[in-house]
């Protein structure tokens, strides 16, 4: 039993990683990069600077931790995506981690599109991200909850999920959303308060002087499909779906109506 035990211990994932960013002779350019363990990034080519993080471990269970941290200097346009969706698998030994931090400098923009987090039956993850921008940075938020797949029959039932985000301007709270499903929540499925039976739902946020002119675009890209409001230099989009698929259609659309330039190039596969 003690050798089990040691085992699974040794057995978690844990990954580091630690980006810079400035910019140089005209354009946005890494400049330091550190990753250990099972967090990895790429920078492929693109029109703009793009990082694409991805866990090497396939995805996340109990016990598992990782760390990211990205900063940008002043003047840097950046990108920030997942090589493809995270998972988070059933856990028998507590709850993944997930820490993630993005410093956004003066005069600088961060684009943050991670891919799709899946949820399946009987996982556990704690996420806490935050956005630290200084004086006059701008960003763009995604994040995209998936509930089991439903082409391969998935049921997600038992749950448990703590989202914490955060958007700061000098230190100063932007934007804060804590989100918490368990399984009393999904047993609630059918209410509008939770989720009214989808199992696929995002948010987009937009913190720019000019989220407000965006937000006609953002309605009409939308339709039906979700809502959006603007205000105080904010613009928070809502979208829920049964499924993954049809979410990400109508979040491709949304965010090529408020953003400039095209989707990074995983999204788009």
Request: charge should be positive; charged fraction near 25%; aromatic fraction near 4%.
């Given at each position: 039993?003690?050798?089990?035990?040691?085992?699974?211990?040794?057995?978690?994932?844990?990954?580091?990683?630690?980006?810079?960013?400035?910019?140089?002779?005209?354009?946005?350019?890494?400049?330091?990069l550190?990753?250990?363990?099972?967090?990895?990034?790429?920078?492929?080519?693109?029109?703009?600077?793009?990082?694409?993080?991805?866990?090497?471990?396939?995805?996340?269970?109990?016990?598992?931790?990782?760390?990211?941290?990205?900063?940008?200097?002043?003047?840097?346009?950046?990108?920030?995506?997942?090589?493809?969706?995270?998972?988070?698998?059933?856990s028998?030994?507590?709850?993944?981690?997930?820490?993630?931090?993005?410093?956004?400098?003066?005069?600088?923009h961060?684009?943050?599109?991670?891919?799709?987090?899946?949820?399946?039956?009987?996982?556990?993850?704690?996420?806490?991200?935050?956005?630290?921008?200084t004086?006059?940075?701008?960003?763009?938020?995604?994040?995209?909850?998936?509930?089991?797949?439903?082409?391969?029959?998935?049921?997600?039932r038992?749950?448990?999920?703590?989202?914490?985000?955060?958007?700061?301007?000098?230190?100063?709270?932007?934007?804060?959303?804590?989100?918490?499903?368990?399984?009393?929540?999904?047993?609630?499925?059918?209410?509008i308060?939770?989720?009214?039976?989808?199992?696929?739902?995002?948010?987009?946020?937009?913190?720019?002087?000019?989220?407000?002119?965006?937000?006609?675009?953002?309605?009409?890209?939308?339709?039906?499909d979700?809502?959006a409001?603007?205000?105080?230099?904010?613009?928070?989009?809502?979208?829920?779906?049964?499924?993954?698929?049809?979410?990400?259609?109508?979040?491709?659309?949304?965010?090529q109506?408020?953003?400039?330039?095209?989707?990074?190039?995983?999204?788009?596969?």
């Open positions: 039993m003690l050798h089990q035990n040691i085992s699974t211990e040794l057995n978690r994932a844990c990954g580091t990683l630690r980006a810079g960013f400035a910019f140089s002779r005209g354009m946005t350019r890494l400049t330091r550190h990753q250990a363990g099972s967090a990895k990034a790429m920078l492929p080519p693109a029109p703009g600077c793009e990082i694409v993080l991805l866990n090497t471990s396939g995805g996340l269970t109990g016990g598992d931790r990782m760390d990211i941290t990205v900063t940008q200097e002043a003047g840097t346009h950046l990108t920030v995506t997942t090589q493809t969706a995270e998972r988070a698998y059933r028998t030994t507590g709850r993944a981690r997930v820490t993630a931090r993005f410093e956004v400098a003066a005069g600088a961060l684009d943050l599109l991670p891919q799709e987090t899946i949820l399946f039956d009987r996982s556990a993850l704690l996420r806490e991200q935050e956005i630290a921008l004086g006059d940075a701008t960003a763009l938020w995604v994040e995209t909850l998936i509930l089991g797949r439903a082409a391969m029959g998935e049921t997600v038992t749950l448990d999920l703590t989202d914490r985000r955060r958007i700061t301007r000098d230190g100063r709270p932007v934007f804060v959303e804590n989100l918490r499903l368990g399984d009393a929540t999904l047993a609630r499925g059918e209410s308060a939770t989720l009214a039976g989808c199992r696929a739902f995002a948010t987009l946020v937009l913190v720019a002087p000019d989220a407000a002119d965006r937000l006609d675009r953002a309605r009409a890209a939308l339709g039906s979700g809502a409001s603007a205000f105080d230099g904010k613009l928070v989009a809502r979208v829920m779906a049964d499924d993954g698929w049809p979410l990400r259609q109508a979040m491709m659309r949304l965010i109506a408020i953003r400039p330039g095209p989707l990074p190039r995983v999204w788009q596969i």
